[in-house]
Nanobody, 126 residues
Framework: QVQLVESGGGLVQAGGSLRLSCAVS????????MGWFRQAPGKEREFVAA????????NYADSLKGRFTISRDNAKDTVYLQMNSLKPEDTAVYYC???????????????????WGQGTQVTVSS
């Protein structure tokens, strides 16, 4: 069992920055990977970034490399998503997710994760 709580979303102007946090609580199993996905209205859930809980190895959606950075603080059981140079098309609900089954896939598919947070809204105005 894992509970994930996102925070840090909000309204920001284009070109601005936000840092999302995902706090892990009530963890009774090991976590192998953590990910961020986003979903805009009328669109499918989209991969943003992933990080290995142990090694810290990261991967990103190609379109977001250079603007978004995922990191984790194991001591605080928290994962972060730093988002810079935000664009209106980044507007979406951002979800934090955890893989507790040691999935060996690409980490880019929602089906590779088994616990999800409730999401936090990010709105970027032009």
């Amino acid at each position: 069992q894992v509970q994930l709580v996102e925070s840090g979303g909000g309204l920001v102007q284009a070109g601005g920055s936000l840092r999302l946090s995902c706090a892990v609580s009530e963890r009774t199993v090991s976590i192998y990977n953590m990910g961020w996905f986003r979903q805009a209205p009328g669109k499918e859930r989209e991969f943003v970034a992933a990080i290995s809980w142990g090694s810290g190895r990261t991967n990103y959606a190609d379109s977001l490399k250079g603007r978004f950075t995922i990191s984790r603080d194991n001591a605080k059981d928290t994962v972060y998503l730093q988002m810079n140079s935000l664009k209106p098309e980044d507007t979406a609900v951002y979800y934090c997710t955890a893989d507790t089954r040691r999935n060996s896939g690409s980490r880019m598919n929602p089906g590779e994760y088994d616990f999800w947070g409730q999401g936090t809204q990010v709105t970027v105005s032009s």
